[in-house]
C-alpha cells in the first residue's frame, strides 16, 4: 500500500543548530515530493519539490535546504537554525495520474527554534 | 510563478446552510490542475475536491461543489448542508506540472 513517513512529531532546536527532517515513501516508485512549512495560523509555504533523484526545486532562498539521495527519500536541512524557521513542516507526495491522482501528506513535524 | 489567493481569512455558517469559499489564482498555463483540501484540528490534509482545467464541468462531491470560472482564474468552494464536522482550515490549491501550491487558507466556523 501507499504511505509517506515523516519524523519526528516534533523537534525543539536553539538558535544556530543543525536541522534535519526525513520524509519516506512506500508503494512507488519515482515520485514527485514536497516540503511545505505552515507557520501558526497561516497557509501552507511550499519549500522545495523533487522529481527524481537528485532533482531539487528550491522555491524560497532560505538557510534551509533539500537532498533526496534515494528514490523514496525526501530530507530537509539547515546548518544554522533560525528563530523564524518555527513552524509546522509537512511533506507530501503526489501519486496516480488524471482523476485518480491524490497527494498524500506525511503527519508532519512541529519546529519550534528556541 | 503562480500564486493562490484566499481572501477570506475567516468564514462562518450555520449547521445545515450553505457556505462559499472563495479562491483565485495566477497562471499562464493552460493545462493545470485546481484542489480544495481540509485541514482539520488533527492538521492532516484531506482531499476535498478536485477539478481538471480543461473541463467545462464543474466537479461535484456529495454536499461539496466548485464553481470554475476558467477566464476569471476563480474557483471557489461551496459547501450545502454544512455540518459540525465541516469546521476546518480549508486550502485551495493549483497544481501544473510537478509545482504544487496553496493558498494560505479559510478557517470554517460551523455553529450549531
Known amino acids: 500500500s501507499q504511505t509517506i513517513h515523516q519524523w519526528p512529531a516534533t523537534l525543539v532546536q536553539p538558535v544556530g543548530s543543525p536541522l534535519s527532517l526525513e520524509c519516506t515513501v512506500e508503494?512507488?516508485?519515482?515520485?514527485?515530493l514536497y516540503w511545505y512549512r505552515q507557520a501558526a495560523g497561516r497557509g501552507l509555504q511550499l519549500l522545495f519539490y523533487s522529481v527524481g533523484i537528485g532533482q531539487i526545486s528550491s522555491e524560497v532562498p532560505q538557510n534551509l535546504s533539500a537532498s533526496r539521495p534515494q528514490d523514496r527519500q525526501f530530507i530537509l536541512s539547515s546548518k544554522k537554525l533560525l528563530l523564524s524557521d518555527s513552524g509546522f513542516y509537512l511533506c507530501a507526495w503526489r501519486a496516480g495520474t488524471g482523476y485518480n491522482e491524490k497527494l498524500f501528506f506525511g503527519s508532519g513535524t512541529q519546529l519550534s527554534v528556541l | 510563478a503562480q500564486t493562490v489567493t484566499q481572501s477570506q481569512p475567516e468564514m462562518s455558517v450555520q449547521e445545515a446552510e450553505t457556505v462559499t469559499l472563495s479562491c483565485t489564482y495566477d497562471t499562464s498555463e493552460s493545462d493545470y490542475y485546481l484542489f480544495w483540501y481540509k485541514q482539520p484540528p488533527s492538521r492532516q490534509m484531506i482531499l476535498v475536491i478536485r477539478?481538471?482545467?480543461?473541463?467545462?464541468q464543474n466537479a461535484t462531491e456529495n454536499r461539496f461543489s466548485v464553481n470554475f470560472q476558467k477566464a476569471a482564474k476563480s474557483f471557489s468552494l461551496k459547501i450545502s448542508d454544512s455540518q459540525l464536522g465541516d469546521a476546518a482550515m480549508y486550502f485551495c490549491?493549483?497544481?501544473?506540472?510537478?509545482?504544487?501550491?496553496f493558498g494560505a487558507g479559510t478557517r470554517l466556523t460551523v455553529k450549531p
Open positions: 477539478q481538471e482545467a480543461y473541463k467545462q
Open positions: 490549491a493549483y497544481r501544473s506540472a510537478a509545482d504544487m501550491r
Open positions: 508503494g512507488t516508485s519515482n515520485p514527485n
